[in-house]
Structures are given as structure tokens and as C-alpha cells.
């Protein structure tokens, strides 16, 4: 190798992250292994364009290629790839209303089971010389999307369609609630209309203040990351095209393929089986030990 002749084997392990025990033994194959693994960032970075090196490491990690974070962050430097900061977004929350306002009920609270909180938002799609819009509710423990809609309207009916959709999922006999709604306080999720919704299904309503949008953080980050890895990558033909694809996106990409740094780089969809296995396997030890413990 020709870098060995000018450097020590330690320097050039180091400085490539890589195994010395692994240079001796291989006959030192690093730059073979250094290409094999830039094609491959190279190729997720091409298909996951916000992705930044700890998330590319842990998708490099579930498809069984050796790497780390630190080894990935350099190569992605040297490539030259790197999230572009997002464009700032037109507003789409009205919150100078006279409707009943609430307070924020999940500043200080732990979420540690699927169903205790939901976040809800709007955002808006440019469609050409038009702009449409998306309301999302996603469940804050596993990120999973509960309801979406895209409307062409900013009205309540917007807000009102993914909340039906989230709360009744496939047929009028499932159901399904958080026990905390949160979101800002726009127009669409005071109004009467919404609240009565979310009161009928026993359902808390929680509000961040007005200004402080970081007080719904998950949902802005959700929001961000559709824009980012969706919508401003698209050049959508029409709303119905728009609709389409938004909603493969969601129910599809977010949902089956796109890992989560907060969910141990799993899927929403991965991660929801792995808690249900775990819950169902906490309660058989449960009964199992009941049983056992039992005295007639």
C-alpha cells in the first residue's frame, strides 16, 4: 500500500477508521471497503436526501454493512453531502380567534405508550399558481401517521377529515383514541366543531401557546420532514396527483420505510409490532406468574 510508505499503519487506521487488526490480516483492502461503503452512502444519500450521517449509518447498519458514525460523517463530508436547510414556510395558523382556548398539557409530560398523545398541523402544498393543503395527526410515542387529508380549502373541514379518518380506521366497527390532542391554537382546531369531536370520543385537548411554536415541536418537525423529503421534491401535475403521492408518502414511506433516530432506527410500523410482542409478552408472564402465585 502505498500510504504505508509514508505513514505509520496506526495514522492511517486512524485516520480511515479502520481496524489495524483487519489491515494485517486482509493484506489492508481499505481502499476496496472505502468504495464499497462511499457507493452505498452515496446511494441512500441519493434516495434519502435529508438524511444526515447518524440516520445513514443506521440505515447502512439494517441492510448489513460494517460502518459507524464517525467513519460515515467523513465520507459524507468528502462527498459533500448534507441536508439543505429548509426554505421558511408560509403561515398557515390563524390563532386571532375568539374561540376557547386551552392549555398545554404535554409541556412537562413523559410519553411512554402508543395513544397517549397526538399532534396535529397544517401545512400548505404550492400546486403551480395554486397552493392546497395537508393536515397530518401522528402519534407522538411511535410517529406513526393516525390521519392525513389534503384539501383545497384552509376550512375546518380539513382538520375535521383527518381527525374522522384518524379516529376511525378502515370500518365504522374499529376505533381508535389519544388521550391527549395537541396542536397550536389555529382556527381549525378550536373551533366548536373539532372540540366536540374530540370531547365525544373522551379525548383531552391541549394547546400550545400562541407564538411558541416549539411547544408543538413533534408535529413541526413532522411537517418539515414531509416538505423536505416529499413535497419539494415532487412536481405534482395536479391536487388529485398531489393527493396521490402525498398519501404514498405518508401511509407508505413514512410508515413502512423510513427509519426513526427516536425509534431505534426502526420503522413506525416496526416499531408498533415490537411493542405489541413486548406488551403481549409482559402480560402472559404476568398471568403466568398470577397463576403460579394463586392459593385456593
Known amino acids: 500500500m502505498r500510504l504505508a510508505a509514508e505513514y505509520p499503519i496506526s495514522v492511517i487506521c486512524e485516520v480511515l477508521d479502520y481496524p489495524r487488526s483487519s489491515f494485517y490480516y486482509e493484506g489492508a483492502p481499505v481502499a476496496a471497503e472505502e468504495q464499497t461503503l462511499k457507493a452505498a452512502v452515496s446511494k441512500l444519500a441519493e434516495q434519502w436526501p435529508t438524511y444526515g450521517y447518524r440516520r445513514?449509518?443506521?440505515?447502512?447498519?439494517?441492510?448489513?454493512?460494517?460502518?459507524?458514525?464517525?467513519?460515515?460523517?467523513?465520507?459524507?463530508?468528502?462527498?459533500?453531502l448534507a441536508a439543505q436547510p429548509s426554505k421558511r414556510r408560509i403561515r398557515t395558523t390563524n390563532s386571532l380567534h375568539d374561540l376557547a382556548r386551552?392549555?398545554?398539557?404535554?409541556?412537562?409530560?413523559?410519553?411512554?405508550?402508543?395513544?397517549?398523545?397526538?399532534?396535529?398541523?397544517?401545512?400548505?402544498?404550492?400546486l403551480g399558481s395554486e397552493f392546497v393543503y395537508l393536515a397530518v395527526l401522528m402519534d407522538v410515542f411511535t410517529r406513526s401517521i393516525r390521519g392525513w387529508h389534503l384539501g383545497q380549502s384552509l376550512d375546518g373541514e380539513l382538520t375535521m377529515t383527518a381527525l374522522r379518518r384518524a379516529l376511525h380506521k378502515g370500518t365504522e366497527h374499529e376505533h381508535r383514541a389519544p388521550e391527549i390532542h395537541h396542536s397550536d391554537q389555529g382556527v381549525?382546531?378550536?373551533?366548536?366543531?373539532?372540540?366536540?369531536?374530540?370531547?365525544?370520543?373522551?379525548?383531552?385537548?391541549?394547546?400550545?401557546?400562541?407564538?411558541?411554536?416549539?411547544?408543538?415541536?413533534?408535529?413541526?418537525?413532522?411537517?418539515?420532514?414531509?416538505?423536505?423529503?416529499?413535497?419539494?421534491?415532487?412536481?405534482?401535475?395536479?391536487?388529485?396527483?398531489?393527493?396521490?403521492?402525498?398519501?404514498?408518502?405518508?401511509?407508505?414511506?413514512?410508515?413502512?420505510?423510513?427509519?426513526?433516530?427516536?425509534?431505534?432506527?426502526?420503522?413506525?410500523?416496526?416499531?408498533?409490532?415490537?411493542?405489541?410482542q413486548r406488551l403481549q409478552q409482559h402480560e402472559h408472564q404476568q398471568g403466568a406468574s398470577e397463576i403460579t402465585n394463586f392459593q385456593p
Open 188 to 276: 381549525q382546531y378550536a373551533a366548536t366543531g373539532y372540540v366536540e369531536l374530540l370531547r365525544e370520543a373522551g379525548v383531552a385537548v391541549s394547546m400550545a401557546e400562541v407564538g411558541a411554536a416549539w411547544q408543538n415541536g413533534y408535529a413541526e418537525r413532522l411537517m418539515r420532514t414531509i416538505k423536505e423529503e416529499e413535497v419539494q421534491l415532487q412536481e405534482y401535475e395536479n391536487y388529485r396527483d398531489a393527493y396521490r403521492q402525498i398519501g404514498k408518502f405518508l401511509d407508505d414511506v413514512h410508515m413502512r420505510k423510513r427509519i426513526h433516530s427516536s425509534l431505534g432506527y426502526l420503522t413506525p410500523v416496526e416499531f408498533e409490532q415490537h411493542w405489541s
Open 56 to 80: 445513514i449509518t443506521g440505515q447502512l447498519q439494517r441492510e448489513g454493512l460494517p460502518a459507524n458514525s464517525k467513519r460515515v460523517r467523513r465520507i459524507m463530508h468528502e462527498l459533500g
Open 102 to 126: 386551552y392549555p398545554n398539557l404535554v409541556m412537562d409530560l413523559e410519553v411512554t405508550y402508543p395513544d397517549q398523545v397526538w399532534v396535529g398541523d397544517v401545512t400548505y402544498v404550492r
